[in-house]
């Protein structure tokens, strides 16, 4: 299934994320730093969510509160929690 999530405190406008059950099979920056969110996004494909939440919520981009795989985390751990 895919999802649509709008990020908050990044250069990223949005987030497309399809999943197959607790696994992420594919990830899609709107917007964003092109090869961070790339990188990223290929990182996480394959992963299961809530080893990527574990590995990544909470990260910072400079002085920002949040970054680009930081709210990714938060769309998953929105996703499972919708599940």
């Known amino acids: 299934m895919t999802y649509e999530f709008t990020t908050k405190g990044v250069c990223a406008r949005k987030i497309l994320i399809d999943m197959d059950g607790e696994t992420i099979k594919s990830v899609q920056y709107v917007g964003g730093c092109s090869g961070n969110t ?3 996004a290929a990182l996480a494909q394959g992963m299961n969510a809530k080893d990527y939440i574990a590995r990544c919520k909470g990260i ?3 002085f920002k509160s949040t970054s680009c795989p930081d709210q990714l985390a938060i769309a998953l751990q929105e996703i ?3 599940a």
């Open 38 to 40: 790339q990188g990223v």
């Open 60 to 62: 910072k981009c400079g």
């Open 80 to 82: 499972l929690d919708q």
